[in-house]
Antibody, heavy 119, light 110 residues
Framework: QVQLVQSGAEVKKPGASVKVSCKAS????????LHWVRQAPGQGLEWMGW????????HYIQQFQGRVTMSSDTSISTLYLHLNRLRHDDTAVYYC????????????WGQGTLVTVAS | QSALTQPASVSGSPGQSITISCTGS?????????VSWYQQYPGEAPKLIIS???KRPSGRSNRFSGSSSGSTASLTISGLQTEDEADYYC??????????FGGGTKLIVL
């Protein structure tokens, strides 16, 4: 079955960077775009961007451009989210999610990775 | 892009039907048939319950249904059950390779 397994929780200081990984299994990794979504404590979902693992093409929401990099390693079916110049308001649970090949729904999600930015 | 607008909370009694609205604009909900709905329990990842306005993924209850008219999409839950108490989010493609979520709705089952 399709699984997305993310790396563990992180605690970072303001100004630092963080890298979250998401290992996919149970399907052809290059066959689906993968998205990153975050959720601040007690808040709603915020879409961050996507990556096409087959080509490496990416698209980021404007507010993250310049601070975020999404990448993938097809040899190990893993994608990465790198966020730098962390701020306190980057504290959130970060989710990777697979979009359906022929639909617009995020049909499988990782378990989430809590990133805490604190002095 | 601006978040889609959802009511902060809705409530209903077991057995009743409720509808959650998701209002966007002509650049997202009103222009694309890529509206999805997600259910999220506290401490868990969201789960897809409706994609492409009204398609139910395999294994999801047929008590969940979706529709859309103009720039407003709707999720209807019929035969409300206590296990339906959760947060619900809509999402839409917004053009230019971008997607947007709604602010979320807390469903309270009385």
């Amino acid at each position: 079955q399709v699984q997305l397994v993310q790396s563990g929780a992180e605690v970072k200081k303001p100004g630092a960077s963080v890298k979250v990984s998401c290992k996919a299994s149970g399907y052809t990794f290059s066959g689906n775009y993968l998205h990153w979504v975050r959720q601040a404590p007690g808040q709603g979902l915020e879409w961050m961007g996507w990556i096409n693992p087959a080509s490496g093409d990416t698209h980021y929401i404007q507010q993250f451009q310049g601070r975020v990099t999404m990448s993938s390693d097809t040899s190990i079916s893993t994608l990465y989210l790198h966020l730098n110049r962390l701020r306190h308001d980057d504290t959130a649970v970060y989710y990777c999610a697979r979009i359906g090949r022929f639909s617009g729904g995020l049909d499988h999600w990782g378990q989430g990775t809590l990133v805490t930015v604190a002095s | 892009q601006s978040a889609l607008t959802q009511p902060a909370s809705v409530s209903g009694s077991p057995g009743q039907s409720i509808t959650i609205s998701c209002t966007g604009s002509s650049i997202d909900v009103g222009n694309y048939k890529f509206v999805s709905w997600y259910q999220q329990y506290p401490g868990e990842a969201p789960k897809l319950i409706i994609s492409d306005v009204n398609k139910r993924p395999s294994g999801r209850s047929n008590r969940f249904s979706g529709s859309s008219s103009g720039s407003t999409a709707s999720l209807t839950i019929s035969g409300l059950q206590t296990e339906d108490e959760a947060d619900y989010y809509c999402s839409s493609y917004a053009g230019s390779s971008s997607w947007v979520f709604g602010g979320g709705t807390k469903l309270i089952v009385l």
